[in-house]
């Protein structure tokens, strides 16, 4: 059983950073892909960004050159540093680990508001 753990979040005022953390625990083959999907109210989920183990990476158009991706594979770690932080940026963040099969976290709130 494999099971993500989700740390960081909050409220940050535009133009401000965060960090997401996520630790993966449990059986992992060593092959995978983890990242960070996110979902606005009244909207469908959507990749933020992700990273594979060998450490190829993919954003979404609209947080490139703002929001950085990092991983520990030693850890199963995962990690999102956001920086200019957008009032659209504003959405339940979920860590997402690819493995054979797609885990998921229970979600951490980003709100960007003044």
């Known amino acids: 059983q494999v099971q993500l753990a989700e740390s960081g979040g909050g409220l940050v005022q535009p133009g401000g950073s965060l960090k997401l953390s996520c630790a993966a625990s449990?059986?992992?083959?060593?092959?995978?892909?983890m990242g960070w999907y996110r979902q606005a109210s009244g909207k469908e989920r959507e990749l933020v960004a992700t990273?594979?183990?060998?450490?190829?990476?993919n954003y979404a158009d609209s947080v490139k050159d703002r929001f950085t991706i990092s991983r520990d594979n030693a850890k199963n770690t995962v990690i999102l540093q956001m920086n200019s932080l957008k009032p659209e940026d504003t959405a339940i963040y979920y860590c997402?680990?690819?493995?054979?099969?797609?885990?998921w976290g229970q979600g951490t709130q980003v709100t960007v508001s003044s």
């Open positions: 997402n680990l690819v493995a054979i099969r797609s885990y």
């Open positions: 449990g059986s992992i083959f060593r092959l995978n892909v």
């Open positions: 990273m594979t183990s060998g450490g190829s990476t």
